[in-house]
């Protein structure tokens, strides 16, 4: 089942990352160990894949996928390509081909004040 959840703003040029945790109905931690996740961010929904603004995913391994938990991360070199405003996203799991549509909603890209780094 899908939830629909606006995220935390972000700045341009700053790394992002958000911490996803699993569980079942239950409150039971879910292995998603091997389980790829995809996080997409749109100006405009109606965008294909290849007009994305950003685009990332991540295959969760480790204690942390046993523990239910995946990092989905944007690098500072990709949110500084970002214009600020009013951005759609979406969070896929991928779990041998079946493809699930986890989170959607919408997330505001900051104008990022310092604009280099020494």
Same mark, same amino acid.
Request: proline content about 3%.
């Given at each position: 089942?899908?939830? =629909?959840?606006?995220?935390? !703003?972000?700045?341009?040029?700053?790394?992002?990352?958000?911490?996803?945790?699993?569980?079942?109905?239950?409150?039971?931690?879910?292995?998603?160990? $091997?389980?790829?996740?995809?996080?997409?961010?749109?100006?405009? !929904?109606?965008?294909?894949?290849?007009?994305?603004?950003?685009?990332?995913?991540?295959?969760?391994?480790?204690?942390?996928?046993? $523990?239910?938990?995946? /990092?989905?991360?944007?690098?500072?070199?990709?949110?500084?390509?970002? =214009? !600020?405003?009013? /951005? /759609?996203?979406?969070?896929?799991?991928?779990?041998?081909?079946?493809?699930?549509?986890?989170?959607?909603?919408?997330?505001?890209?900051?104008?990022?004040?310092?604009?280099?780094?020494?």
């Amino acid at each position: 089942m899908v939830s =629909q959840v606006d995220l935390n !703003p972000l700045v341009r040029g700053d790394t992002w990352t958000n911490k996803f945790a699993f569980t079942d109905a239950n409150g039971a931690v879910i292995d998603i160990s $091997n389980f790829v996740y995809w996080m997409t961010l749109k100006s405009n !929904p109606e965008k294909d894949d290849v007009e994305a603004e950003a685009q990332t995913s991540v295959t969760a391994t480790g204690t942390d996928a046993q $523990n239910g938990i995946v /990092y989905v991360t944007f690098s500072a070199a990709e949110t500084a390509t970002l =214009q !600020p405003g009013k /951005y /759609y996203y979406d969070l896929q799991q991928v779990n041998n081909g079946e493809v699930t549509t986890l989170l959607l909603g919408k997330v505001k890209v900051l104008r990022d004040i310092t604009k280099t780094i020494s």
